[in-house]
């Protein structure tokens, strides 16, 4: 989001809006997750993969057609494009796993740590200033990991390493995204990483292929339609209103998600979650308000 975009009076309808689609997207987003979990009881990751990729491309053709076209896949950084998919990939495959492993909002409380990792990550790769204020947010938000897994406590074990390397590997992403955004169009970037990760997706099937019932098939579609139209809702969001204002909205998905958790499994996170993921939370709206300060103050 551009420093205008951010510093630009924006309708109070339009954010009411906009605030709307980023409360659908994180419940579709939920949605998503817990069908994931749902299917790995019976599929490989490999194979969710490639029906996540597979069927996203239906809605998101709709997404490219209002974007312009065929026009928009133009590119001459096809080679970021493929650095930018595999990291979303990696952290796609990682967050899969954790789902099958981990009561689903365990899992989510520590993946949404991902924006404090962008923030670390985005000085050595980006080469941005960081200020004492964000990195003691990022600090506060690795406390929030910690208060999550409680390393030495038994509590996760090995299995929490699953959704903290998904984090890391959505920042790596994301560090990407940036460099892209210069030249790209959203609607080109999502292309460009659906279609990889649907063909190492495909490229597993040999070896990962489950027949699935008709059941598991249902959801294995409805994984890529939901997932495919979040994108969507997602990327309306933040054309309706500034990042700023939408982004921490985007939180809420825990919330469903534990909603989803107790309606299928029955799971209910303890206090140690709720708590640090709270910590995390708060991190990560804090580091969000500083970057928008600092664009302020450059704009």
């Given at each position: 989001m551009s420093a205008s975009t951010e510093s630009r009076a924006v309708p109070r309808s339009d954010v009411l809006r906009g605030i709307m689609f980023m409360l659908l997207q994180a419940l579709l987003f939920a949605g998503m997750d817990a069908l994931v979990k749902l299917a790995s009881e019976r599929h490989p990751t490999g194979q969710i993969v490639f029906f996540r990729n597979l069927f996203a491309l239906l809605p998101l053709s709709f997404f490219i057609r209002q974007a312009g076209g065929i026009a928009v896949l133009r590119t001459r950084r096809l080679g970021q494009h493929v650095i930018r998919s595999i990291g979303g990939l990696a952290s796609m495959v990682a967050g899969f796993l954790a789902y099958s492993f981990m009561p689903l909002a365990d899992a989510m409380a520590i993946g949404?740590?991902?924006?404090?990792?962008?923030?670390?990550?985005?000085?050595?790769?980006?080469?941005?200033?960081?200020?004492?204020?964000?990195?003691?947010?990022?600090?506060?938000?690795?406390?929030?990991?910690?208060?999550?897994?409680?390393?030495?406590?038994?509590?996760?074990?090995?299995?929490?390493?699953?959704?903290?390397?998904?984090?890391?590997?959505?920042?790596?992403?994301?560090?990407?995204?940036?460099?892209?955004?210069?030249?790209?169009?959203?609607?080109?970037?999502?292309?460009?990483?659906?279609?990889?990760?649907?063909?190492?997706?495909?490229?597993?099937?040999?070896?990962?292929?489950?027949?699935?019932?008709?059941?598991?098939?249902?959801?294995?579609?409805?994984?890529?339609?939901?997932?495919?139209?979040?994108?969507?809702?997602?990327?309306?969001?933040?054309?309706?209103?500034?990042?700023?204002?939408?982004?921490?909205?985007?939180?809420?998905?825990?919330?469903?998600?534990?909603?989803?958790?107790?309606a299928i499994w029955r799971q209910v996170p303890d206090g140690f979650v709720w708590l640090g993921a709270a910590v995390i939370i708060a991190s990560g709206i804090y580091i969000l308000h500083r970057e928008t300060v600092r664009r302020r103050e450059r704009g």
């Open positions: 949404i740590s991902g924006p404090i990792f962008l923030t670390a990550l985005s000085v050595p790769l980006l080469g941005e200033q960081v200020g004492w204020r964000r990195w003691a947010a990022v600090l506060a938000g690795f406390v929030g990991i910690l208060i999550i897994t409680r390393p030495g406590s038994g509590v996760f074990g090995i299995t929490a390493l699953l959704p903290l390397t998904g984090a890391v590997f959505y920042a790596v992403a994301m560090v990407q995204i940036r460099k892209l955004s210069s030249t790209e169009p959203p609607a080109c970037i999502v292309f460009y990483f659906t279609m990889v990760s649907m063909l190492l997706g495909a490229a597993s099937l040999p070896w990962q292929w489950v027949t699935p019932t008709p059941l598991t098939l249902i959801y294995l579609i409805s994984i890529g339609l939901v997932g495919g139209i979040a994108q969507m809702v997602m990327t309306h969001a933040f054309r309706l209103a500034p990042v700023s204002v939408v982004g921490p909205f985007d939180y809420t998905g825990l919330i469903f998600g534990a909603a989803f958790g107790y």
